[in-house]
């Protein structure tokens, strides 16, 4: 009897302890934390964290995006049904349902690329209609300017959206109301674009001048497009003054670089007047 | 009858003391070991002592003795500010350091600060990016030339070689600069030729390599003009590159339709169009084919160190490496040796081939990269250490001064012979890349075809090359068609990144660093977007025109 | 010697099938299930990571495309029909072995065979190495004191698309290697004198003793040495990776199928064509091995 009652006293303390523990930090505390982790890309300790609050939006929203992410790729149409309900539910804080359905529509879009992997899962959602929707609930925001670059790559590589998608990239800078420095990217890919698909350099080095003068983020990036501004200008464009002008500030800037002396070089050779081939 | 059991049982007794007193001194000696590699007793003892590790596979002269001595200093310094932290140096050979590397990563207990090898998808998995610290000032440089520069200024690259183009992510940094020379055993060439003046262009070279192998002959001895690594085709790529680039730099001028320098698409375009002659990007193979032919007899088979004794051995003229071992080949040898740039390829060449001369080497050779992995325990202190390690004072005492290897940081003046690996830089062209190396398979292929050239003799080398070449068409096709799909991959690992850093961003305070880096990133993340987008098209074009391409003749050329 | 037990009494045997539990469970996981896993991963494109892309039967049409494949079968065959005549000369060392008088010398002889074994395989494989140099190296350096190429003549041995395979062939001459003797030596040991005796008697000489007592009574031995030969033969790829790099020699022509797969599996990143052939090479070894079991039969 004696033992009975000693075994059932330890049970008990144990049983409240493990309660006790199993508590742990709040949810909120969880709900944070598991944002952070995935923020990290520590998509282990993400997912552990957010099975703690499946119920919360933003356990909700970190459990989808590690199911779509993680690199086994074993749980796509699980993470996807998963942001699409917190996408579809008006409920959802918007920033929520921006980030789901930013992953959601980008990640079908790369699926629809990739239909001989993934079959019918590639045509479960609608990446056009879900970028849109992101677009019209946050007009100018990131969320806003990422769905667009997105859809606007698609329509310009398809020849039969191809012009109308030309008008509508220089409607979007023409009325873009949100902060500047998101534009850069967007002005990286109408450059590359208007190349590619036109030749048009009057426009291709339009973009990437603007682009240049509100800052790319990377450094590079900058190096790179400096020189391709001069480069452009001389052999694309014929302009002289506003190649001697990119020349020059390549120079100034980095003079230690290997197209400097390809810089130097090409001042030179317009200083003498030698016509571009 | 003699009773055998109870001696041996005797015996057996014995043996089985001797056994486990075995098993205790080896099982003291490993916890010694493990003790001493782990940092030392104090560190076992004292948990409030930092340990950190970095981890290489530089085994070449004066590298591990360089980076003892920054050790050193480094703990010494750290001393003095309160912070007790030991380092400690491990050293993996290359052939194994691919695996170990990639073992250590996904075993969750990496080093500190390590050297990078591997993927995009490994670095962007397991490393952490370094764009947030790189716009900073390296607080080490007080006190120098560039204590003014952002981390990233104060590399002569902009940090470019550290930009991984598929994340556009900084990785890792650089902490040493290489070029590739010429050592010459200055006391063969001179019984050789008569002279000490050292060859400068091709022609000359090709003269003083005949003369050598005549005062071979003539003195019945082995002699080899040129030796080269052949085992890993090092040598060959070198140099083929170099006069690809002397002989094909104009192409760049003209550019692609994007920008100046060259796409193997948009040659192989040309050639298809026949707008550009397919000899033009086959002249190299005439020059390399010439000079193979004063290489090692069975140079294919001849490793880095079997040329190396070679050369020791008096019977190698000239040696083609990289200033990587410019200390072991100048102090080990048991004769003079000199050091030169690889002779050029002036307009007067025997090939009757247009050349532009010496390319510049600024911007290239940058190597060394070191990063930190996500799972490390001490991410500011490794952080502080490699900032520590490519600092001006300390990188160049452990590159310039133990290693005898160039620094990659501004400002460095060198003297004596390092003046000579300085990169060539008074000249007006930059290197081109040649359409045959497609990828690392199709680099791997393209050098085989060089080499069959360099031993077969053909009468008709740029043809026998061309055709050799388009006999492996379809895997070079195979090749750059998973590389697209490994593209299409990392596109989606990148959105992966564009999400964390979104959610990082809406999580941290408005108006905090924290907030405005998780911003930068995004904006760079996207930004390295087009860079795929560019890619994939390119692989593309190249993989359409790869098909065109026509057997030597069939198009006029 | 092995009892029936019934499964009613297994529980008093447990500690046994308990001790055989653990050892069983390590080849499971170490062995089997690497195997199953490769199997597996045949039918993907696999990174070795976590990229998986599932394509069916398109690593196994790739190989039977693969002309480089085909060419290092053809290549491995050579070297097992040569593995298979240097099997004579450890079985006649053996036999002369164990036909020595002394004890004392006959114990010698043993031991002299046996050190060489401490040298790890790896330090053979480099002065093989070293012996094929072309300028340097042991070989061509004794054929020029013999007069048979001129001083600054060199032959290239692992560079010549005509000798590499022959060098290879050769390498390890006089192809004695201990532990061939010493498993001939102890199939050898076990002939009981009264068949020597009989033998004897009946006017047998040393050749006949050899041919029609000594090697049908070591055909277990020799059969045991004969698979592991063609398993060991089939597999390895090592030796060619440290002559040749990972080009298998001037044009690839000493490719064997093991080079291919850490070609195509480490160097390309192509895990998942690496298992389909190494699931080839596992079927040939089986196949080759049923051969061997059936036809290479132990008389008693």
């Keep these: 009897m004696k033992d009975s009652l000693w075994i059932l006293a330890v049970t008990l303390a144990g049983t409240s302890l493990a309660l006790g523990a199993g508590t742990g930090p709040n949810r909120k505390d969880a709900s944070h934390a598991a944002l952070e982790a995935y923020a990290e890309m520590d998509y282990a300790q993400a997912e552990k964290l957010a099975v703690k609050i499946p119920d919360t939006p933003n356990g909700k929203l970190v459990g989808g995006l590690c199911d779509l992410y993680d690199r086994s790729h074993q749980n796509i149409e699980r993470g996807q049904k998963t942001l699409s309900h917190l996408f579809n539910d008006e409920k959802t804080p918007l920033e929520i349902r921006l980030e789901a359905g930013l992953a959601l529509g980008r990640t079908v879009q790369l699926m629809k690329q990739r239909h001989d992997l993934y079959g019918k899962s590639a045509d479960l959602y609608n990446h056009d209609e879900i970028l849109g929707k992101v677009r019209k609930l946050a007009p100018g925001s990131r969320a806003d300017r990422d769905a667009f670059f997105y859809l606007i790559r698609e329509r310009l590589e398809d020849p039969k959206r191809s012009d109308a998608a030309f008008k509508e990239l220089e409607e979007y800078f023409r009325n873009f109301k949100g902060e500047k420095k998101l534009l850069p990217p967007l002005q990286l890919l109408a450059e590359y674009e208007y190349i590619r698909l036109r030749r048009d350099y009057k426009s291709a080095v339009r973009h990437l001048a603007e682009g240049y003068e509100t800052g790319f983020a990377n450094p590079s990036q900058t190096r790179s497009a400096l020189f391709r501004l001069a480069f452009l200008y001389d052999r694309k464009l014929h302009n002289k003054p506003m190649a001697v002008k990119y020349y020059k500030e390549y120079l100034e800037r980095y003079p230690y670089s290997g197209e400097a002396v390809v810089a130097k070089r090409f001042l030179n050779d317009l200083g003498k007047g030698k016509a571009a081939k | 009858m003699k009773k055998k059991g109870t001696d041996d049982i005797h015996q057996g007794g014995k043996f089985q003391k001797l056994g486990i007193i075995l098993a205790v001194v080896f099982y003291i000696v490993s916890v010694i070991m493990v003790i001493r590699n782990y940092g030392g007793v104090s560190t076992v003892f004292d948990p409030g002592e930092k340990m950190l590790t970095i981890a290489h596979w530089q085994l070449e002269d004066g590298f591990r003795e360089g980076i003892d001595e920054a050790i050193s200093e480094y703990e010494k310094t750290k001393a003095k500010q309160g912070v007790k932290v030991k380092v400690r140096q491990v050293a993996i050979p290359v052939r194994g350091y691919p695996q170990w590397f990639l073992t250590q990563l996904i075993g969750g207990d990496p080093a500190d600060v390590i050297e990078l090898m591997g993927s995009p998808d490994i670095l962007n998995q397991y490393f952490s990016p370094l764009s947030p610290y790189i716009s900073q000032k390296n607080p080490w440089n007080k006190g120098t030339p560039i204590q003014n520069m952002s981390w990233r200024e104060t590399f002569t690259d902009d940090m470019l070689g550290g930009l991984d183009p598929a994340y556009s992510e900084y990785f890792g940094v650089s902490t040493f600069m290489h070029t590739t020379r010429v050592y010459v055993n200055l006391d063969l060439y001179e019984k050789a030729t008569g002279t000490k003046q050292l060859p400068d262009t091709v022609t000359e070279w090709l003269d003083s390599c005949k003369k050598m192998r005549e005062y071979g002959v003539k003195t019945n001895r082995p002699v080899i003009p040129i030796g080269v690594r052949g085992f890993d085709k090092g040598t060959l790529g070198q140099l083929f590159n170099t006069y690809n680039s002397q002989l094909n730099t104009d192409l760049a001028d003209v550019g692609t339709p994007y920008s100046y320098g060259t796409s193997v698409g948009d040659m192989y375009h040309q050639v298809n169009t026949g707008k550009l002659d397919v000899k033009r990007l086959l002249e190299p193979v005439k020059v390399v084919t010439t000079l193979g032919q004063y290489f090692a007899e069975g140079f294919p088979a001849i490793d880095l160190e079997q040329t190396k004794y070679l050369f020791f051995s008096g019977n190698v003229g000239f040696f083609i490496d990289g200033t990587w071992n410019a200390f072991s080949m100048i102090n080990n040898a048991p004769f003079k040796v000199g050091v030169m740039q690889i002779p050029m390829l002036s307009n007067r060449n025997p090939f009757g081939l247009k050349s532009y001369g010496r390319i510049t080497e600024l911007g290239s050779g940058i190597g060394g990269m070191f990063g930190i992995p996500k799972k490390t325990k001490n991410f500011d202190l490794a952080l502080d250490f490699l900032q520590f390690l490519t600092s001006w004072k300390v990188n160049q005492m452990v590159m310039v001064k133990h290693c005898k290897w160039m620094s990659p940081l501004k400002g460095v003046k060198y003297e004596g012979v390092m003046k000579t690996f300085e990169p060539v830089s008074n000249t007006s062209h930059t290197a081109v890349f040649s359409p045959f190396f497609s990828g690392a398979l199709g680099t791997r292929l393209t050098l085989q075809r060089l080499e069959n050239s360099i031993i077969e003799r053909p009468k008709k080398t740029m043809e026998y090359f061309w055709n050799d070449y388009l006999s492996v068409r379809p895997k070079l096709i195979d090749e750059v068609e998973e590389s697209s799909r490994g593209i299409q991959r990392n596109l989606w690992s990148i959105d992966g990144s564009r999400s964390a850093l979104a959610v990082g961003s809406a999580i941290s305070r408005p108006n905090s660093r924290a907030g405005a880096l998780y911003r930068l990133r995004s904006n760079i993340n996207l930004e390295g977007i087009i860079g795929r987008f560019r890619a994939i098209d390119a692989n593309t074009e190249m993989i359409e025109e790869m098909k065109k391409l026509k057997e030597y003749g069939e198009n006029g050329n | ?300």
Aim: hydrophobic share 55%.
């Design chain 3, 1 to 300: 010697m092995a009892i029936e037990v019934p499964f009613r009494k297994l529980r008093y045997y447990w500690p046994v099938y308990l001790l055989i539990a653990l050892p069983l469970l390590l080849v499971l996981v170490f062995c089997y299930q690497p195997i199953f896993n490769g199997m597996w991963h045949m039918f993907y494109r696999w990174d070795g990571d976590t990229i998986e892309e599932f394509i069916g039967v398109r690593n196994i049409v790739k190989m039977f495309q693969d002309t480089t494949l085909w060419w290092s079968f053809g290549v491995v065959s050579i070297f097992v029909v040569a593995n298979i005549i240097k099997m004579i000369l450890p079985i006649v060392v053996a036999v002369v072995l164990h036909h020595v008088i002394s004890d004392k010398w006959g114990y010698f002889y043993r031991i002299l065979f046996v050190i060489p074994m401490i040298i790890p395989s790896m330090v053979g494989i480099l002065l093989w190495k070293y012996f094929y140099e072309p300028n340097s190296g042991i070989l061509n350096a004794l054929l020029r004191v013999m007069g048979f190429i001129s001083p600054t003549d060199t032959i290239q041995w692992l560079s010549n698309p005509t000798l590499v395979i022959p060098s290879l062939v050769f390498m390890g001459f006089p192809w004695v290697g201990a532990f061939g003797v010493l498993i001939y030596l102890a199939g050898l040991q076990g002939i009981s004198e009264d068949i020597y005796e009989a033998a004897e008697i009946d006017g047998s000489n040393a050749w006949t003793t050899f041919l029609k007592i000594e090697l049908p009574l070591i055909t277990t031995e020799v059969r045991i040495n004969l698979v592991l030969m063609i398993i060991g033969t089939i597999q390895g790829w090592e030796n060619i990776y440290l002559f040749l790099g990972l080009d298998g020699g001037p044009g690839g022509i000493a490719t064997v199928p093991g080079l291919v797969i850490f070609r195509e599996a480490f160097s390309r990143g192509l895990f998942g064509y690496g298992c389909a052939v190494g699931f080839v090479i596992f079927a040939v070894t089986l196949v080759l091995t049923l051969i061997n079991n059936r036809f290479v039969r132990v008389k008693k």
